[in-house]
C-alpha cells in the first residue's frame, strides 16, 4: 500500500470510529448495540474494508465489490454497504491527491462507466439491504444497462445514497461539513459534534432506509422527533445534558428494529470527506 493509500484508509477508518464513540439514536454505537449487530462488528467492518476501499488506481465499482466482500470475510454480515457506496468515490477522488476534493469527484463521478455499475450492482445483492425490492430500470439483479453515475441518478428519488452520485454529493458537502464546522467552533467536543451532523440529516428528510423497510409515514415520524431533539441540541449550552433523552428514544427505536442508516451513512461519509480534506494539499498549503 502506498503511503497516499495509507492515509486514505486510516481517514476512513477514523471517520467510522468517529461515528461510533457518537450516541445516534436507532444505531449502533458505543453506549448500546442494536439490530443484533455488535459495536465491534462495525469496527471490525471498518478495518476490512478500508483496504479495497483504499486501493491505489482502483476504479470505484471495484473499490465498492472488494470492500463489501471484504467485510463479509471479517464479520459475516452487511454493517456497511450505504458507507461503502458513498466513501468508494471519496476514496478514489483522493487518489489523485487534489487541491479540491469535491472538483475531482464529479471528475470521478462523471468518469463511471458501466462496469461501475455491474460491480456495484454485485455488491448491492451480496449485501441484500432490506426493503431492496424490484425496480423497473437499473434492477441491481439484472445486468448493468447504464453507467454507476446513472443507474444512481435513477434512484436518486427514493434512496438518498444514490443522490449523492447525481448531486455530486450535495447533502454532504453543503450541509454535512457545514454542520460539523458549525459544531466545533461551538467547542463541542467530537462526540457532540459528530451527532449535530448525524441529526442534521435526519431532520432534514425522511431516513430513506426506513422508507424502504417500513414506509413513509414510520420515517415521518421518525424525523419529526430527531427534529424536535436537533432544535433542542442547537440551543444547548451543554449538549450532554440530551443524553438521557437521546438513550431513551434509542432504546425505542431499537425495540422497533427502526435503524434510521442513511443519515448514518451520510454521517460517516461527511467525516470522511474532513478526514480526507486534512491530507489533501489545500490543507497542507493552507498556512
Known amino acids: 500500500m502506498t503511503v497516499a493509500a495509507e492515509r486514505i484508509a486510516g481517514a476512513f477508518k477514523a471517520a467510522c470510529i468517529a461515528e461510533l464513540d457518537a450516541l445516534k ?14 459495536i465491534e462488528q462495525f469496527v471490525q467492518s471498518a ?11 482502483a ?20 454493517t456497511n454497504l450505504g458507507v461503502v457506496l458513498l466513501c468508494a468515490p471519496l476514496a478514489a477522488a483522493a ?8 472538483a475531482a469527484l464529479a471528475r470521478v463521478l462523471d468518469d463511471l462507466d458501466a462496469e461501475d455499475a455491474s460491480l456495484a450492482f454485485r455488491a448491492i445483492v451480496r449485501a441484500a439491504p432490506a426493503g431492496l425490492g424490484r425496480v423497473a430500470r437499473n434492477d441491481v439483479t439484472q445486468p448493468a444497462q447504464a453507467t454507476l453515475k446513472q443507474a444512481m441518478a435513477d434512484a436518486a428519488d427514493r434512496d438518498r445514497v444514490a443522490r449523492q452520485y447525481a448531486t455530486v454529493y450535495a447533502d454532504i458537502f453543503e450541509a454535512g461539513l457545514a454542520a460539523l464546522a458549525a459544531a466545533v467552533g461551538r467547542g463541542w467536543d467530537q ?3 459528530v451527532l449535530a451532523v448525524y441529526l442534521g440529516f435526519l431532520s432534514a428528510f425522511p431516513d430513506s432506509h ?32 440530551l443524553d438521557a433523552e437521546l438513550l431513551t428514544w434509542d432504546a425505542a427505536l431499537k425495540a422497533r428494529n427502526i435503524n434510521p442508516g442513511t443519515s448514518a451513512d451520510l454521517t460517516v461519509a461527511t467525516l ?14 493552507s498556512g
Open 25 to 38: 439514536p436507532g444505531n449502533v454505537h458505543v453506549f448500546a448495540a442494536g439490530h443484533r449487530m455488535t
Open 47 to 57: 478495518d476490512a474494508a478500508a483496504g479495497a476501499l483504499s486501493a491505489p488506481g
Open 59 to 78: 476504479r470505484v465499482g471495484r473499490r465498492i465489490l472488494d470492500s463489501v466482500e471484504a467485510t463479509f470475510d471479517a464479520v459475516g454480515t452487511n
Open 95 to 102: 487518489d489523485s491527491n487534489p487541491s479540491d476534493l469535491r
Open 191 to 193: 462526540k457532540s459534534a
Open 210 to 241: 426506513i422508507v424502504r423497510k417500513y414506509g413513509a409515514p414510520v420515517a415521518v415520524d421518525v424525523q419529526r422527533t430527531a427534529t424536535k431533539f436537533h432544535r433542542e441540541l442547537q440551543s444547548a449550552r451543554d449538549p450532554a445534558h
Open 272 to 285: 470522511f470527506a474532513r478526514e480526507l480534506a486534512t491530507i489533501l494539499p489545500s490543507a497542507r498549503n
